[in-house]
């Protein structure tokens, strides 16, 4: 009879009394990962910015306002769509609300250096002074 012991002489014990768990964790564990992998590919797809790169590129920062300046002149702020006035409002509520307050600035690198530095002037305007310039770590030159 399924589901249930035998001792050997064909007399039943009973139905089993315990599931084994670990294959069902497993299961769930590798899902976890296929998906944090897949949504980050995601997240990063949703966003086309030839970020230019450098070889002494930092670790990403975490923080708290993202600001992103397209090649064809559009500004998103935090993956939305936005205008300067409504990023000057949001950091300026932001900043008011958590005075540690962190921003990174994307930009891409077709976009004028002058359009940029609008930028960092915006956010350090607004009160936040710690900030970084995102770019993409490239390869160090042979030799160093």
Known sequence: MAGSLS??????EGPLASINIVPFVDIVLVLLIIFMLTSAAIVRASMVVNLPKAASAGAHVE?????????DGRLLLNGKESNL???????K????????????????????YGRV?????????????????????APLPEGN
């Open 93 to 112: 509520r932001e900043h008011d609300a958590n005075p540690k307050l962190q921003a990174v600035i994307a930009g891409d690198k077709g976009v004028l």
């Open 117 to 137: 530095m609008d930028l960092v002037d915006l956010v350090k305007r607004n009160g936040v002074t710690a900030f970084a310039l995102d770019v993409e770590r």
């Open 85 to 91: 006035d409504e990023v000057a409002r949001h950091v």
């Open 7 to 12: 001792n050997g002489n064909g007399e039943d």
């Open 63 to 71: 923080s708290t306002v993202n600001l992103v300046c397209t090649k």
